[in-house]
């Protein structure tokens, strides 16, 4: 039966969650921080007594699906029509169940990596600074806009400066200036009690192949896996940043997919 899951759920959630945590990174994450139910956020799962089947979030424009054995129960389809979102991602194994019956949404498989542990010694670079200003957030946002494969500019200038600026508990935002312009960054978001995701690794186009996305990296993985000691989780499809990502020793544990809406009219962020 699937049903909107409240408080009184939320252990069971998360032990079925954390069966697989880096897969799992946003659902538990956004738990760990929101609790199971928010103006912005709602958890439904397929559920018979005690035992879970599969959980979907909803926070803001943005979805999550997980299934143990990648089934899905078209009885969602219902909660997507009532709950409806911008993008949803998840395990490609289990989207892709979903994918015929999204037939307004553009897919995109992508590898998923995770990293847990480094005999790297800690990095740091002073040149390397943490986004805290709705100023530094639009840097960060112009510099990713113009990185068209990213698709930030599907969503708002305003409204991603205020979910940047409400989720600094649950992330991170790293950026190197040149000149006083935000040339490159790397974020780390989702964060929850043994994980982080990174995303939006990017350098602008006129100053690539000079190091920055690496250094940012050894920046991220000093801050989280040496300092924090939560593991790092990512997808890519970009083969040059897949060698990037093995060369700091990040290991692929399995496929992800992400679905966007063709036409985002309809904006589903509240």
């Known amino acids: 039966m699937i049903r909107l899951l409240g408080e009184a759920e939320a252990s069971l959630v998360l032990g079925f969650l954390r069966a697989e945590p880096a897969f799992n990174l946003f659902i538990i994450g956004d738990i760990e921080h929101f609790g199971m139910q928010t103006e912005i ?3 439904y799962g397929d559920i018979d007594g005690k035992t879970i089947r599969s959980v979907f979030l909803r926070y803001r424009r943005y979805a999550v699906f997980y299934a143990a054995d990648d089934h899905f129960n078209i009885g969602y389809l219902a909660v997507f029509k009532d709950d409806p979102f911008d993008f949803l991602s998840g395990r490609k194994a289990a ?3 979903i994918r015929p019956y999204l037939v307004d949404f553009e897919f995109k498989e992508t590898s998923f990596m995770v990293l847990e542990e480094t005999d790297a010694a800690p990095f740091r670079d002073l040149r390397v600074k943490v986004a805290q200003t709705e100023m530094q957030f639009g840097n960060v946002y112009d510099l990713l ?18 979910e940047r600026m409400a989720s600094k508990a649950m992330s991170m935002t790293l950026y190197l200036e040149i000149g006083g312009k935000t040339v490159s960054t790397a974020q780390a978001t989702a964060e929850s009690k043994t994980h982080a995701m990174v995303i939006g690794v990017a350098t602008h186009q006129a100053y690539r192949n000079q190091g920055y996305a690496s250094l940012l990296m050894r920046d991220l993985i000093t801050r989280y896996l040496i300092e924090k000691g939560k593991g790092l989780c990512l997808f890519y499809d970009n083969v040059k940043a897949g060698s990037i990502y093995h060369r700091l020793g990040f290991r692929k544990i399995g496929d992800w997919m992400m679905a966007d809406r063709i036409v985002t009219g309809n904006s589903t962020n509240e």
């Open 41 to 43: 956020m709602r958890v």
């Open 95 to 97: 989207i892709e169940h």
């Open 145 to 162: 806009c113009g990185i068209t494969e990213f698709g930030t500019a599907k969503v708002p200038r305003e409204e991603h400066i205020r």
